[in-house]
Nanobody
Framework: VQLQASGGGLVQAGGSLRLSCAAS????????MGWYRQAPGKQREMVAR???????NYADSVEGRFTISRANAKNTVYLQMNSLKPEDTAVYFC??????????????WGQGTQVTVSS
């Protein structure tokens, strides 16, 4: 199983970016997919999460500004980030939780994509 993330970049404060994450491989099901971020010197934190049932969770700091959604191909999720702030600057990681494969259930992480918001 591989997670391919894309869409990061440099944007001015107030701007928007959209991150994409596609899971590929021999996947029977995925319980949830989400985005986490890690800023320099800080712990990795959950940003947004979308379950297979369609439930969403957001960090308080991004509520109302970020939206997580799923493509018709259900193993692909997007993170639309609007009204970006300098404090959103971090490496963003895609996560697939409780992925059912022929070998069992595992969690997977993407390679990370840098988001930099300039003031």
């Amino acid at each position: 199983v591989q997670l391919q993330a894309s869409g990061g970049g440099l944007v001015q404060a107030g701007g928007s970016l959209r991150l994409s994450c596609a899971a590929s491989g021999s996947i029977f099901s995925i319980s949830a997919m989400g985005w986490y971020r890690q800023a320099p010197g800080k712990q990795r934190e959950m940003v947004a999460r979308l379950t297979s049932a369609g439930s969403t969770n957001y960090a308080d700091s991004v509520e109302g500004r970020f939206t997580i959604s799923r493509a018709n191909a259900k193993n692909t999720v997007y993170l639309q980030m609007n009204s970006l702030k300098p404090e959103d600057t971090a490496v963003y990681f895609c996560n697939a939780n409780n992925v059912a494969t022929i070998k069992g259930r595992y969690d997977y992480w993407g390679q990370g994509t840098q988001v930099t918001v300039s003031s």
